[in-house]
């Protein structure tokens, strides 16, 4: 029977990206100029899936305001996981939305049709009832790790301690439709049903198949990381709007100055508006309705939705949230610094700084590398910040 | 106020498409609804209720025919019965008629017809027109001259559909009401409008009023009413079909309150330059008015007072007038422009009004949500609100989007000094709005107030429509007694039914002089107990006075009453959803008013 219904887990918040979850799902965050799972919908629309079920949980609403009853003519189904209980949980969600075999992928890591594409055809040619994507990965020990056998499945492990592995289960899977009694039937861990353990007890009775895949396989782990997910979306052009010239990615109803200069590779999205004298890229992408003030520097910077970045400003090594605004005259000089996430500390992470959601810098701030500020929080006038700033923290010069 | 739906060439699935269709249409009316397929024989079946009920009447019999027609009713003549329900036939049962508007001079022919011995059996004015047909054919008409000759005695609005038992094509015929046609390669469609066939086809043409339409499998013929053919043109219509699917929310209207920061990009997308400070609204040429009239009804009327200030304060003598009224009592128009604002372009007491004004020989123009609506194309100018398409009855995102497309409107037809300023402030608008739907606190106020038996809402100046807005939509979906007021005049009379079980919503924003003066009224409120809703920035001392706050974030002035008002259709939504109402489909209410 063929795969043409994929099931997309989008319920988590996907803590560890804090604070930029504040209002938003992890696969709602920016991949360059537009969201992590619009990539993962083009990834299933490209491989022909022709009805995409999306389990939602955490900030539900994002999802289904942005996508909307459909995408890219494919009707999409919502399904709300209620309290987030682990990933084969969120597929249980889905049991009533799916008729004949599924396709499901993580909702919160770029992927290629080509992956997709390759399960599903895995599946149908071979079964046995699972498949699922595998990939080399050189930090095979951060993520699942698995173990083939002339291309059977023999082990699955979350996050091994040893640094044997390195092979990974890439999030891609295809299963029969009794995939929803298996996962019924598997004991909870600690309250929750990880749809890793269906998939070992699958293994051990070798009824799944490995399919070794490459190309794009891209995660966001920490807030950091989007500016290496920008880049890498960047650098092959995984892009959907309109290429001026090599390079450089310019939507139709955006507004760039004559005397601004765009430097390769960036991506201005639909109804931003670059200034005179700006000077945007390279690896800056920018999303909808940013607005990009006279004179100002944009690097390897990704601005979301609605941020606003007045006259002089500089911004280097930065991911902001939505409806950012920083004012005239403020910096973000970039480079290399420790960050600080509650009690954890990641050396030498190039970061200039993030700023969530709805920060507001008045003008004149200056931010120290390495800085994360929390969102609403207001950065008063000729302020100079470091370190973590909380929620709606409001700091004085 | 009713939908209509016919189709054409899909033999064995008429019956499936013209439910489907239906259920597309019952923003339009859902009070009774009914089917007549056509064939050899006519086969006929209705019933009061939603068109849930009428799935379950056809689920005993299941009437077939190469041709039919389908209406959701929405009471006008008669209360909902399954006599009065759509189709309606003549003494024989051979003849079925749908309609959609109201036949002033029904009476007078239902006097005649009944004189002369037919048999009526419903209150409905449509009733007339299959016995006026029977009478045709019985003079030796043919079936489609019987049509064109019952039509031209029909004086008021209509669009009609006819089918007839023996007969495989549907005759139809358009005056004052919507009818478009619906063209596919061996099928063809007719509706009120085009959600009711956009699963099967884009390709649409609008017919105009005096036309008559002529529709079989084979194809399809416009001829005036007289019989001279017309040549008409195909459009191709872009809307996404399941854009009419609520993507995962309880309602229509949650969905849609939540569809307002893209709604109020697409409105502005392409039309604003905000480092130039310029607003290109070119396509609607030099308007450069000495005077406006805004003419609209309900929420539309809202947007239209506040539009009204905007053109006002750029120093053009402006009003808003209800449609209805303007309609019958028109003032002294001179050469001002005249603009008509409704979201579906089709509202009967707006078109009348507009009517009305060109009669009168001035400029109009239509600011709409529907490409291709009546309003659109009667009007000398249209410019769109680009909100997509609105099924919640009570409307949401079409009055943040004509809000967003009267300032773009006042930004291109006035010189303001600080028009930079106000594109800064409206390109801000949709995460202000995002901002809103992320942290609002309605639920809570709506849990804390839902057993109240009457609201009040007051607000100054732009502030004022969203007072008005905001008892409306309470009203619409809570059934609840709610009023606004403009601040200033509750101590004028009002305040007398201001006690400690009526909730008063606030709005201030900002700490001008408005701002302080609404306190001022506030503080006269709460002296009497009444609780107080304060939807505020903080900039003023307004919270000292209030029981709640729903916050707002601080944003330019005009913008401000576009992000109160979503905090009060959050409050009305959520109200209603406690008290269990029907809220996308409120009792009594229909999406677009096509009867005066």
């Known amino acids: ?397 | 106020m009713c939908g209509i739906i016919g189709c054409a060439g899909r033999d064995g699935e008429t019956l499936d498409v013209l439910v489907h269709g239906l259920s597309k249409l019952e923003y339009r009316g859902y009070d009774s609804a009914g089917v007549a397929l056509a064939g050899s024989d006519l086969d006929v079946c209705k019933t009061a209720g939603e068109i849930d009920d009428l799935r379950a009447a056809l689920e005993e019999r299941s009437p077939s025919g190469s041709v039919g027609i389908g209406h959701t009713r929405w009471s006008t003549h008669g209360p909902p019965t399954d006599e009065n329900a759509h189709p309606h036939l003549d003494c024989n049962r051979e003849v079925a008629v749908v309609h959609n508007g109201i036949i002033e001079n029904y009476q007078a022919l239902r006097d005649e017809l009944s004189t002369a011995g037919h048999e009526f059996r419903s209150d409905t004015d449509t009733e007339v027109v299959p016995h006026l047909i029977e009478d045709a054919l019985a003079d030796g008409a043919d079936p489609e001259e019987a049509v064109r000759e019952a039509i031209a005695r029909l004086e008021g609005s209509y669009a009609v559909s006819v089918v007839m038992s023996g007969v495989d094509r549907i005759f139809a015929a358009r005056n004052d009401s919507p009818l478009v046609l619906g063209i596919d390669d061996e099928a063809y469609y007719l509706a009120s409008d085009v959600p009711a066939f956009r699963d099967h086809t884009d390709r649409v043409i609008y017919l105009a009023d005096g036309e008559f339409a002529v529709v079989d499998a084979d194809g399809y013929r416009v001829t005036t009413l007289d019989g001279e053919p017309v040549e008409k043109t195909v459009d191709t219509v872009d809307w996404d079909p399941e854009e009419t699917g609520k993507s995962g929310y309880d309602h229509f209207m949650l969905k849609e309150i939540h569809e307002q920061p893209r709604a109020l990009r697409q409105c502005l997308r392409g039309r604003v330059d905000e480092l130039a400070g310029q607003v290109d609204l070119a396509d609607l040429g030099d308007l450069s008015p000495r005077g406006i009239h805004l003419v609209a009804c309900g929420t539309s009327y809202h947007a239209a007072v506040y539009a009204a200030q905007l053109f006002q304060q750029a120093g053009i003598p402006a009003q808003a007038f209800l449609a209805s009224e303007y309609a019958t009592s028109p003032p002294p128009i001179g050469d001002a422009l005249v603009i008509g604002v409704t979201q579906s372009g089709e509202t009967a007491d707006t078109l009348s009004a507009l009517r009305e004004a060109r009669k009168r020989g001035a400029r109009t123009l239509a600011v709409t949500n529907t490409v291709g609506s009546t309003a659109a194309r009667e009007c000398d100018h249209a410019m769109y609100i680009r909100a997509g398409p609105e099924i919640g009855v009570a409307a949401t995102k079409t009055f943040s989007s004509q809000i967003a497309a009267l300032n773009l409107l006042a930004l291109a037809i006035t010189s303001v000094g600080d028009a930079r300023e106000v594109i800064s402030g409206l390109r801000d608008l949709p995460g202000a709005v995002q901002e809103i739907l992320d942290t609002s606190t309605a639920r809570k106020i709506a849990e804390a107030y839902r057993d109240a038996e009457s609201y009040f809402f007051i607000g100054r100046g732009l502030h004022y429509p969203v007072a008005l807005e905001g008892a409306l939509k309470m009203k619409e979906i809570t059934y609840k007694h709610a009023e606004g007021f403009a601040a200033g005049e509750l101590k004028h009379g009002p305040l007398a039914l201001v006690t400690q079980d009526t909730p008063v919503f606030a709005i201030v924003t900002g700490d001008d002089e408005q701002a302080t003066k609404t306190v001022g009224n506030v503080k006269e409120v709460e002296a009497r107990d009444a609780p107080v809703v304060a939807v505020t920035d903080g900039a003023s001392d307004v919270e000292r006075y209030a029981d709640h706050v729903l916050e707002v974030p601080d944003t330019h002035r005009r913008v401000a009453a576009v992000v109160a008002n979503v905090q009060l259709q959050l409050v009305a939504y959520h109200t209603a959803d406690m008290l269990g109402r029907s809220i996308d489909k409120p009792r009594n209410l229909a999406k677009s008013v096509t009867v005066e």
């Not at chain 1, 090599?246 to 590779?265: F, I, N, Y």
């Open chain 1, 1 to 397: 029977m063929s795969v043409s219904t994929a099931v997309v887990l989008a319920a988590g918040e996907g803590t560890r990206l804090r604070p930029l979850t504040r209002n938003r799902p992890k696969p709602m965050l920016p991949a360059a100029n537009r969201p992590i799972l619009e990539h993962v919908f083009d990834a299933l629309v490209d491989a022909g899936m022709d009805e995409l079920v999306c389990v939602v949980g955490y900030k539900h609403d994002r999802v289904q305001d942005h996508f909307g009853p459909s995408y890219r003519d494919v009707p999409v189904q919502y399904v709300r996981q209620h309290k987030q209980l682990g990933s084969g949980h969120a597929l249980l969600q889905a049991r009533a939305a799916v008729d004949g075999p599924p396709l499901v992928v993580n909702g919160d890591r770029l992927i290629e049709s080509s992956m997709v594409e390759a399960v599903a055809e895995g599946f149908e040619r071979h079964g046995p009832r699972a498949a699922l994507a595998v990939m080399e990965h050189p930090d095979a020990g951060q993520y699942g790790a698995v173990v083939l056998e002339n291309d059977a499945l023999t082990e699955i492990i979350e996050k091994p301690t040893t640094g044997e592995y390195r092979l990974i289960n890439a999030g891609i899977y295809a299963f029969d439709a009794g995939i929803f009694d298996e996962i019924a039937d598997t004991p909870r861990s600690a309250g929750e049903l990880a749809l890793t353990d269906t998939i070992a007890r699958l293994a051990d009775r070798e009824q799944v198949r490995g399919i070794r895949c490459e190309g794009m396989w891209v995660d966001a782990t920490y807030p950091w990381d989007l500016l290496t997910v920008a880049r890498t979306v960047l650098a092959r052009g995984k892009v959907d709007v309109s290429q001026r010239e090599e390079g450089v990615w310019v939507h139709d109803d955006a507004r760039v100055h004559d005397d601004a200069t765009l430097r390769s590779p960036v991506v201005v999205g639909p109804d931003s508006e670059i200034g005179p004298g700006a000077v945007v890229g390279p690896d800056a992408a920018l999303g909808y309705n940013v607005t990009v003030g006279a004179n100002v520097t944009v690097e390897r910077t990704v601005l979301d939705a609605d941020a606003r970045v007045d006259a002089g400003s500089v911004l280097i090594d930065t991911v902001t949230g939505q409806d950012v605004d920083v004012g005239a005259g403020s910096v973000v000089p970039g480079g290399q610094a420790d960050v600080r996430v509650g009690n954890e500390v990641f050396e030498d992470q190039r970061l200039g700084a993030v700023l969530a959601d709805r920060v507001t810098a008045e003008g004149d701030v200056s931010v120290d590398p390495g800085t994360l500020v929390g969102p609403s929080a207001h950065l008063h006038t000729g302020a100079h910040v470091r370190g973590q700033i909380p929620d709606g923290a409001e700091v004085m010069r």
